[in-house]
């Protein structure tokens, strides 16, 4: 297809030119009567003749009709021209990009144009696999916890395919649809989610009945601390707010999650029993950066009287580099480690990640690998300085096996699949893989799945984000009947995305919006100053009159994370709410802040070896436990 190639004077447009660009003949029709849109067509047409030697095309003649029709009259004919000039050279190849190419230029105006932001904006290189819109998809059901054994209402479709607009913004809009009636379909044929359990008597009863006598000794006697947990059985999405184990969205309201939960807020009087066993208390714990937990008080009354436990967290191997948000439940787990003085088992989930990332393969490829990733990580997590005497770091693909798999097949045993599935909002599309992970992950919790490293039956306390109480709401369901201590549990808030505190930092998503342990100092200032959101007033008038919001301030959040020093944090915080404190100074000693801290790490992390890290991970290093 060409169109010839002529002086494209309003007067020059006819009904079959428009119909040759792919425009329908009554929005031919119609257009023609407006003699704006003509000059906008015939202006946007000469150029493209001029950039393609009149070999235009249809699919190139819909984006440009597409621009013509959407681009704002203030948007300067130069800015106007980069998109032109990216559809002639086909790199805007979905509507999806082409609209996000319109929008920033329609923001933008008449002012200049930096081409990364835009090719950013408009998705430019993008491809979005068929496999990366069933993942998203599958991961908006499950946040949009949609009810199985229902057929999906129309506005339940559209919730869906927004939220996957929000995880793939360039994803093909036929595509996703295509793919949401699909797993819909899929979803609305399982099973309906189970009423609750009445009374706890008789479903007691049912569940020992049911799962036979326990294989060991009965656990001892202990507590329930506070409300009732949760069944396992119920989604996890608390109102107004998606959290899952794979994916957080919304504003989150802490207070809502532990009611929903069924945990327990960290309250003073549970701060204070630290201080009357003599032990420090942390930063995090004070400022309420970890604020609830499962029965943290049966883990204080064990180190009371003497008697073991042992920490368990650890961290999926996704890319090569962690961010500064990454540090957070191992800086915890350090202190709780030396504070309690207690043995500390990590591990690294690479078998998880595999099933979960599309394109992580199981080899040590340097991008892709698990193998390798996970080196990285783990000299990352080294670098902390854990003890490594009273320290384990194992790969779920290495070390799996023995009786770590025997409590591995215990628990897939005492879980069902309605269980799983409820739990974690798995589709019947979702790999297996997934649906099997959670034994995986409750394994950990038990110690005679590591009889090289710990006693027989020793408790277990698990810091990490809220986002993982999922796996152990599983875990402690099963625990009893198993004969074992269930899992205590201490939760951290999320550490905030730079563009605005209601979702957590992401590895995965927009690179220039997360601080990573390998950024330099020049990488760390220009992130800060162009991307952390600022909860201040944008004129400096406006600040000193109203102050501002510490509650939104990525900056100032940020700093309630890693700067240590309680007074000069308070004097920032009440100086920048009361005005008097401006953005930049709160900016720049966060950027200072972060610098050192990267820079401490980098140093550390240089002195770690390939072999040191498989040292840490050989269990043959600790004389078996008796």
């Known amino acids: 297809f060409f169109l010839p190639s002529f002086h494209m004077a309003t007067s020059g447009l006819t009904v079959d030119t428009l119909v040759a660009l792919g425009v329908t003949r009554p929005k031919a029709e119609q257009t023609l009567k407006n003699k704006s849109m003509c000059a906008s067509i015939a202006s946007i047409l000469e150029k493209a003749n001029a950039l393609t030697g009149s070999n235009i095309g249809q699919e190139r003649g819909k984006g440009l009709f597409e621009l013509s029709q959407k681009l704002k009259a203030g948007v300067s004919t130069e ?96 595509k996703v649809k295509e793919e949401t009636d699909k797993q819909l379909a899929i979803v609305a044929k399982m099973d309906p989610l189970p009423e609750a359990e009445p009374a706890p008597a008789p479903a007691a009863a049912a569940a020992a009945a049911e799962a036979g006598p326990a294989e060991h000794a009965p656990a001892p006697a202990r507590h329930e601390s506070g409300a009732e947990e949760v069944p396992p059985t119920a989604p996890h999405k608390a109102a107004g707010t998606n959290v899952g184990v794979w994916d957080v969205e919304g504003d989150v309201d802490y207070n809502k999650l532990i009611e929903k939960f069924g945990c327990q807020p960290i309250t003073p009087e549970l701060r204070a029993r630290f201080e009357r066993l003599k ?87 340097p991008e892709t690998g698990v193998s390798r990733l996970l080196l990285e990580n783990a000299k990352d997590i080294m670098a902390l300085g854990f003890d490594p005497e009273r320290t384990f770091i194992f790969s779920d693909l290495e070390y799996m096996g023995g009786e770590f798999y025997k409590n591995v097949v215990r628990m897939q045993k005492k879980i069902t699949i309605n269980q799983a599935l409820h739990c974690f909002g798995l589709p019947g599309e979702d790999n297996i893989g997934k649906l099997n992970f959670c034994a995986i992950q409750a394994a950990p919790s038990f110690s005679s799945s590591f009889p090289h490293f710990l006693g027989p039956n020793e408790a277990c306390l698990v810091p990490c984000a809220i986002d993982q109480d999922p796996y152990f709401r599983l875990t402690r369901d099963a625990a009893p009947r198993l004969g074992y201590h269930k899992p205590s549990l ?78 000069e944090l308070e004097r920032l915080g009440a100086g920048y709410k009361a005005g008097t404190v401006r953005t930049v100074e709160v900016k720049d000693r966060l950027i200072a802040i972060l610098q050192d801290l990267v820079a401490k790490h980098q140093a550390a992390r240089a002195k770690i070896s390939d072999a040191d890290v498989r040292e840490m991970m050989n269990p043959a290093r600790f004389k078996k436990s008796q």
């Not at 932001?117 to 059901?141: K, L, N, R």
């Not at 500064?324 to 800086?331: A, E, K, R």
């Not at 995305?497 to 200032?525: E, V």
């Open 79 to 174: 800015n106007r021209d980069v998109a032109i000039s990216y559809i002639c050279r086909d790199a805007l190849q979905s509507p999806e990009q082409l609209q996000g190419a319109i929008a920033f230029l329609n923001n933008l105006g008449a002012g200049p144009l930096d081409v990364k932001a835009f090719e950013a904006a408009a998705g430019v290189g993008v491809v979005v696999t068929d496999d990366q819109i069933s993942e998203a998809v599958a991961a908006a059901i499950t946040a949009l916890a949609v009810k199985p054994g229902v057929v999906a209402p129309m506005n339940v479709v559209g919730a869906v395919m927004k939220h996957v607009r929000g995880l793939q913004p360039f994803a093909s809009g036929s």
């Open 279 to 365: 032990l420090p208390i942390h930063h995090f714990l004070k400022r309420g950066i970890f604020f609830s937990h499962r029965e943290l008080d049966f883990i204080l009354d064990r180190h009371e009287r003497g008697e073991a436990f042992y920490l368990y967290t650890g961290r999926g191997p996704s890319s090569g580099s962690m961010h500064v948000g990454h540090l957070v439940p191992f800086l915890f787990t350090k202190y709780l480690q030396d504070a309690f003085g207690v043995k500390l088992v990590i591990q690294m989930t690479d078998d998880e990640k595999y099933l979960v990332k599309s394109n992580l393969t199981l080899d040590d490829a």
């Open 490 to 567: 201490i939760h951290s808030k999320f550490f905030p995305a730079m563009t605005g505190a209601q979702t957590k930092m992401s590895s995965s998503t927009n690179t220039n919006t997360t601080i990573f342990l390998t950024d330099d100092p020049a990488s760390i200032a220009d992130k800060i100053k162009k991307h952390a959101f600022s909860g201040a007033p944008s004129s400096l008038k406006e600040h000193q009159e109203k102050g501002a919001n510490l509650e939104v301030d990525v900056a100032y959040q940020y700093l309630t994370f890693f700067l240590e020093d309680d007074a």
